[in-house]
């Protein structure tokens, strides 16, 4: 068997990792704690999932490793490049190209078409649509909507507009995924199928994925669990995640 892949990928640094992060909010009650001493290192095309409570604060702790939302204290890596301190410019930049995002509520603009909503992922990375183009005609074959690239969002149903954001988050190839509660606002059966979908795509991409979700039937298929308590992640039935 050829290992030359799987040894490529064991040099290769961590896709992100983040080392004693914390995040508080300045609130009429006073500071608000939500993140305190958050450490995780995620390798290249691995798979983690992160269930918590209502309020426990995941979709901030997405926001801060995505760079969407600057941590109070602690220090940040992608691709063991220094993320903390970096200018907005700077991190909009990298993370068009690093970064790909799927939230709960689809984050489609209703004014562009299915392939247009995808091709902006192009558009914000510096890519010019007609480049993009025959990638983002492909995604949606991938993603089963070939025949819905001309349709606008509201004549899409909520998994079919799921179906677009994965493939917008995919556009430029990044090496990781966050999907935050990605099934959140879809029936059970949908949900299932977007999973199974993602799944199956950033395995195939060789894509890192952090799974946000409540979903613990969702949660269990990821060979890391990990479970955000009191602000503070940890390896599920363990101490606190280590890096």
């Given at each position: 068997?050829?290992?030359?892949?799987?040894?490529?990928?064991?040099?290769?640094?961590?896709?992100?990792?983040?080392?004693?992060?914390?995040?508080?909010?300045?609130?009429?009650?006073?500071?608000?704690?939500?993140?305190?001493?958050?450490?995780?290192?995620?390798?290249?095309?691995?798979?983690?999932?992160?269930?918590?409570?209502?309020?426990?604060?995941?979709?901030?702790?997405?926001?801060?490793?995505?760079?969407?939302?600057?941590?109070?204290?602690?220090?940040?890596?992608?691709?063991?490049?220094?993320?903390?301190?970096?200018?907005?410019?700077?991190?909009?930049?990298?993370?068009?190209?690093?970064?790909?995002?799927?939230?709960?509520s689809y984050h489609l603009i209703p004014?562009?078409?299915?392939?247009?909503?995808?091709?902006?992922?192009?558009?914000?990375?510096?890519?010019?649509?007609?480049?993009?183009?025959?990638?983002?005609?492909?995604?949606?074959?991938?993603?089963?909507?070939?025949?819905?690239?001309?349709?606008?969002?509201?004549?899409?149903?909520?998994?079919?507009?799921?179906?677009?954001?994965?493939?917008?988050?995919?556009?430029?190839?990044?090496?990781?995924?966050?999907?935050?509660?990605?099934?959140?606002?879809?029936?059970?059966?949908?949900?299932?199928?977007?999973?199974?979908?993602?799944?199956?795509?950033?395995?195939?991409?060789?894509?890192?994925?952090?799974?946000v979700t409540h979903n613990t039937t969702?949660?269990?298929?990821?060979?890391?669990?990990?479970?955000?308590?009191?602000?503070?992640?940890?390896?599920?039935?363990?101490?606190?995640?280590?890096?």
């Amino acid at each position: 068997m050829d290992t030359s892949a799987l040894d490529a990928s064991a040099a290769a640094p961590p896709v992100i990792q983040a080392t004693a992060l914390a995040k508080s909010f300045k609130t009429p009650q006073g500071l608000l704690q939500v993140l305190q001493d958050v450490s995780l290192t995620l390798n290249p095309c691995e798979f983690a999932s992160i269930r918590g409570e209502s309020g426990a604060g995941k979709t901030t702790l997405l926001q801060v490793l995505g760079g969407l939302d600057r941590p109070s204290s602690g220090e940040l890596l992608w691709n063991n490049e220094r993320i903390c301190g970096r200018s907005n410019a700077f991190l909009a930049r990298r993370r068009a190209r690093w970064l790909g995002f799927i939230f709960q509520s689809y984050h489609l603009i209703p004014e562009l078409t299915a392939r247009e909503n995808i091709l902006l992922a192009g558009s914000i990375a510096g890519s010019r649509s007609r480049e993009l183009a025959p990638a983002a005609d492909a995604l949606l074959e991938r993603v089963g909507l070939g025949g819905r690239a001309a349709h606008l969002p509201s004549r899409l149903s909520g998994g079919e507009c799921q179906r677009v954001a994965i493939a917008r988050a995919l556009l430029n190839k990044p090496r990781l995924i966050l999907a935050d509660e990605p099934t959140g606002n879809l029936d059970e059966r949908t949900g299932e199928e977007i999973m199974t979908l993602l799944l199956d795509i950033v395995r195939t991409e060789k894509t890192a994925l952090i799974l946000v979700t409540h979903n613990t039937t969702f949660a269990s298929l990821a060979p890391r669990r990990l479970i955000l308590r009191h602000g503070t992640l940890h390896e599920e039935n363990s101490s606190p995640a280590q890096s």
